[in-house]
């Protein structure tokens, strides 16, 4: 089973950078491996629904991202390592939230949506004070 682990997150103040990692290890239900997957954060603050912050197709060459954290986040991979990044500049308080990598075969036209990915990392959180 592939499962990731997130880390990098904490407390910063508004407006500073901090960057999540994802390292991703096993193999999913059918055999295949990290690096064939397409990869995405989501966030969720409590009594509050997850939403999906970004994604990236297995070879890195589409990206997506909530209108919210555009210019301000960028997503990246590194297969070799396994891992997925979350780099977050200019962070908002409205970013504090608990962060979630997940991982799945969505299609380009679905890698927004949560029900397509099939394993998720156990979630981080991320606090930004004002």
């Known amino acids: 089973q592939v499962q990731g682990v997130e880390s990098g997150g904490g407390l910063v103040e508004a407006g500073a950078s901090q960057r999540l990692s994802c390292a991703a290890s096993?193999?999913?239900?059918?055999?295949?491996?990290?690096?064939?997957?397409?990869w995405a954060w989501f966030r969720q603050n409590p009594g509050a629904e997850r939403e999906f912050v970004s994604s990236?197709?297995?070879?890195?060459?589409?990206?997506y991202y909530r209108e919210s954290v555009k210019g301000r986040f960028d997503i990246s991979r590194d297969n070799a390592k396994n891992t997925v990044y979350l780099e977050m500049n200019n962070l908002k308080p409205e970013d504090t939230a608990v962060y979630y990598c997940?991982?799945?075969?969505?299609?380009?036209?679905?890698?927004?949506?949560?029900?397509?990915?099939?394993?998720w990392g156990q979630g981080i959180q991320v606090t930004v004070s004002s």
């Open positions: 997940a991982t799945g075969f969505p299609s380009i036209a679905r890698m927004r949506v949560e029900s397509e990915y099939d394993y």
């Open positions: 096993g193999r999913t239900s059918s055999g295949r491996t990290f690096s064939g997957n397409a």
């Open positions: 990236i197709t297995w070879n890195g060459v589409t990206r």
